[in-house]
Each structure stands twice: as C-alpha cells, then as structure tokens.
C-alpha cells in the first residue's frame, strides 16, 4: 500500500502539470480560436471546421477523431502514446466543450484571435509537453503517416496540419486560412519558449593560437570556467583547442574585449543557449 502511495505521490506532479496545460489550450481554443473560426491544424482545426459546419461540439469531435488514432498508434507503433498521451486527449475534449458553454468572445478581429489564441495555446500546449503529456491527434497521425510512407515526422506533420490548414480555407475562405497559418507559427514558437525558456546565456566557440591565455583570462575576470575541445584543421591538417564557454548577455562585451587582446586573429563564433543547468547558472 506505502509502494502504492509513493508512487503516486510521485507522478501526481506530471499530471496535475499536464493538467494544467491542458486547461491553458482549451481556454486558448474556446475564447478565441473556435469562435474566430481560427483552424491553426491538428485535430483541434479539423473539430472547429466541422463545428462551423455541422454544429457539432468541439471538444466530442476531438474525442472522437482522436480515440481512433490513439488505438491505431498503440497497435502500430507501441507504447509511445501511453497514459498521459490518453489523459490529456481526454481532459482537453472534456473542458473545451465545458469552457466553450461559458466562453464569450473577446474580439472579434481575426488578428488578434489569431495572436492571442495561438499564444495561449503554445503556452498550454508546451507546459503540457513539459510534463511529458499531450493532447493526441496530430502527433499520433504524423507517426502513423511516417510509418508508412518515406517522410520523416516533422514533415508528416506539416502535410496533416497542411491539409486541415487548406481544408479550413475552403470553407472558410483564403483569408482565414492565412489566419490560421499566423496562428500555427506562433503557437509553435510559444511551445518553444515554454519548453526551452528565453534565450538568455549565450555560448562562445574561440579558435584561437593561445587557448590557455584566454582561458585564464576568462576564468579570472569573468569568473567563468572554460573548456578545452580538440580541433583539427581541415585545410591546414593541424591540432588546435577550441575554448567553448557559456556567458551571460551582459558578459558578451567583456568577451570580445578579452578575446582580442589577447589573440586579435582569434576566431569567435557566438550563439543562444537555453536553459543553462549548472554552476553560476539555474540549478538542476
């Protein structure tokens, strides 16, 4: 019974997490994007064009396109899609069509239902995924589609979305459908932030011909560490260390400067981090 206990007490966190993500989306998808007849892909897009259509409830359309493919991906692909996969596609069908009784929209310019809708969706959307949930439907059709046929997941969700995409601006009309293109973009790019966080670090590639003097450099003004990785030189044939460092973006400045005063030919490449873990950064 204590083995029972513990155990979920230790994923009760995940699912109150997916949970919550889940509730962020449906009210992402019942205050803006159903009553903006906004379809931004997926199972949710093909459920509001066929409520637009046919009347039907949102949240009882996705159940129902997505219990298929749930049991479709666990006899073909396996376990991949397991309980939190079948929670989630569950609750989301369950509370759109509870928020979408209480639901009133709040503007009705496509733009801003497209905007907002779609920031509020990739947010709930990523917290979701942060717990390792989901909400079905596309993600199960792109592995069905990869399995089949030679594309790769990624582009087998774009032809899904892109279909339930095209389909929207036949019925719809054009215009809408770039809408929904609009709103697909920005919801991915919330579920990033939401997953990776805001770029706020950035990592430092130095070729230089004296390594070690930047690296003492660097670890006493700027009180990083640096380490040493083993470079050849594909033109020249020869060995070189290459110094890869982590710095903050106020810390960028006093690279450079250090950088050039030691090895002014150095060759310095810099690029965004996320989600640093360690020392001097968030804990693990």
């Known amino acids: 019974m204590k083995r029972i206990i513990s155990k979920l007490i230790k994923i009760l966190p995940d699912y109150i997490g997916i949970l919550l993500g889940v509730a962020i989306t449906a009210f992402g998808l019942s205050w803006f ?21 046919l009347e039907l409830p949102v949240g009882l359309t996705m159940l129902v396109l997505n ?14 899609f397991g309980v939190k996969t079948l929670f989630g596609a569950i609750t989301i069908s369950i509370l759109v069509d509870l928020f979408s009784r209480w639901a009133v929209p709040i503007t009705s310019d496509p733009l801003l239902a497209s905007i907002y809708g779609g920031v509020i969706v990739g947010v709930g959307l990523g917290i979701a995924f942060r717990y390792g949930g989901s909400t079905g439907g596309t993600d199960m059709a792109a592995q069905l589609l990869a399995r089949y046929f030679p594309t790769s997941v990624g582009q087998a969700l774009l032809i899904v979305d892109g279909f339930v995409i095209a389909l ?5 009309g054009p215009e809408l459908a770039l ?30 011909s004296d390594p070690i003097s930047i690296g003492k450099e ?20 020869s060995h070189r260390e290459v110094l890869f460092v982590i710095v903050s973006r106020q ?3 006093q690279l450079k400067d250090i950088v050039h005063q030691v090895d002014n030919r150095a060759f310095l490449v810099i690029t965004d981090v996320h989600e640093v873990l360690g020392e001097g950064f968030t804990r693990v």
Do not use: N, W
Request: proline share 2%; hydrophobic share 55%.
């Open 168 to 172: 929207a601006g036949f019925v719809f």
């Open 251 to 253: 810390e960028i400045s």
């Open 218 to 237: 660097i670890l006493h003004k700027l009180d990083r560490g640096a380490t040493a990785l083993e470079g050849k030189g594909m033109f020249t044939g």
């Open 33 to 53: 994007l159903i009553p903006g007849r906004i379809a931004a892909g997926g199972v949710s897009g093909l459920a509001i064009v066929t409520f637009h259509l």
């Open 67 to 80: 219990i298929p493919l749930f049991l479709a991906s666990l006899k073909i692909i396996g376990t991949l």
């Open 179 to 208: 809408y929904a293109l609009l709103a697909v973009f920005i919801t991915t790019k919330s579920i990033d932030l939401v997953q990776e966080g805001q770029s706020y670090a950035k990592a430092a590639f130095i070729i230089s």
